[in-house]
């Protein structure tokens, strides 16, 4: 089964082209406070290693407006500012270099300003998300509706993009979120009705690694199944290495990206003879940074585990004091089971080293 994606327009974040058929491009945001330029920097080094295409860098003062400069020369990936309320920081990120803009229309207050952000980005040809969230719907939308419905949620999106559109200005990507997934889901499906912008999606303020991860696949998976999402984030209050690396989990799995791996590793029954738990959670940590895409399977006994361990580009099956490994579908190597985790872990990096870009 192929996932449709909805057709759109294309818009470029610097050289990374979002929608009208680009892979779906993943993004996540600093947690440093950007006016320690330094520090920003290193967070997105370190999520370039993992792959982030796109980093956005939230702007909530002068200060950081200033640090802007040095981060966007000093690190690989397209940078996006994130403004709320002020409009004149966007005007002044926008004269930094930034490469995206992402602005919540209701809260930056009159449409005068809005224009003022609007002709500043299409001097440079910056493109804009704009973002809408049902917590900062406009008062007169929320008073019409008397709550966040879908429907309030796409009058005020089409309302922003109007005003944005009324200056022919057309590099626009658009978000809605909501704290429910459902709501964001219908949302989306009453927005594409309306416009051929790319989205930007997410569910917002997922949680912590574990239940954050869960309830971003679930929604995503939801959206995703729609063809409604054309650049990700997943939120998670945890290192933002972790969100992109979910991201790609998530990706992988419903076949819509290849990067990284695709771990599989079963559950473990009563057959396992092996710590089966704690050396599958050590050998993916040994090898989470792997970039090529490459399926690794685990498995816990001889019964299943080699019929699995087949279909994987590489994986093992323990058995009683050894493991087997196995490597594109063929019986490969025995290993003792106190070399388990080391060598497979060796074997699993020098398939990784195999595959062609
Ligand atoms: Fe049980 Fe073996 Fe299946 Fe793991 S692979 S769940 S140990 S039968």
Request: charged share 30%; net charge positive.
């Amino acid at each position: 089964m192929e996932f449709k994606r909805r057709k759109t327009k294309q818009i470029k974040i610097g050289d990374v082209p979002i929608g009208g058929g680009a892979p779906i491009v993943v993004q996540s945001m600093t947690k440093t406070d950007t006016r320690d330029a330094q520090a920003t920097i290193l967070q997105i080094k370190r999520l370039e290693m993992v792959g982030c295409e796109i980093i956005r860098i939230a702007v909530p003062d002068k200060e950081s407006v200033d640090s802007l400069e040095e981060i966007i020369k000093k690190v690989n990936i397209p940078v996006i500012a994130d403004i709320h309320f002020d409009y004149r920081l966007a005007v002044e990120s926008i004269k930094k270099g930034v490469h995206g803009l992402r602005i919540n229309p209701g809260n930056i207050g009159s449409k005068t300003r809005i224009k003022e952000v609007v002709k500043a980005a299409k001097d440079k040809g910056v493109p804009i998300r704009v973002g809408v969230n049902a917590g900062s719907l406009e008062k007169d939308i929320l008073e019409k509706y008397g709550k966040a419905s879908p429907e309030a949620l796409v009058e005020s999106a089409l309302k922003n993009i109007r005003i944005i559109g009324e200056m022919d200005f057309h590099l626009m990507k658009v978000s809605i979120k909501a704290s429910d997934v459902l709501r964001t889901l219908e949302s989306l499906k009453l927005l594409a009705q309306h416009v051929d912008y790319p989205f930007h999606a997410g569910i917002t303020e997922a949680g912590p690694l574990f239940s954050g991860s869960v309830k971003s696949s679930a929604g995503l998976a939801l959206i995703l199944k729609e063809g409604l999402a054309d650049t990700i984030r997943i939120s998670l209050t945890a290192p933002p290495e972790e969100e992109v690396r979910a991201a790609y989990m998530i990706l992988s799995s419903l076949g819509l990206r290849k990067r990284g791996l695709n771990f599989v590793s079963c559950p473990v029954c009563g057959r396992c003879r092996v710590d089966l738990p704690e050396m599958a959670v050590e050998i993916e940590n040994r090898i989470k940074d792997i970039k090529k895409p490459l399926t690794v399977a685990v498995m816990g006994c001889e019964v299943n585990g080699p019929g699995e361990a087949r279909e994987a580009d590489i994986g093992i099956a323990c058995g009683k004091g050894y493991g087997l490994i196995f490597k594109h579908g063929k019986s490969f190597r025995k290993v003792k089971a106190e070399d388990m985790v080391d060598e497979f872990v060796k074997e699993v990096k020098a398939a990784a080293k195999e595959i062609k870009k």
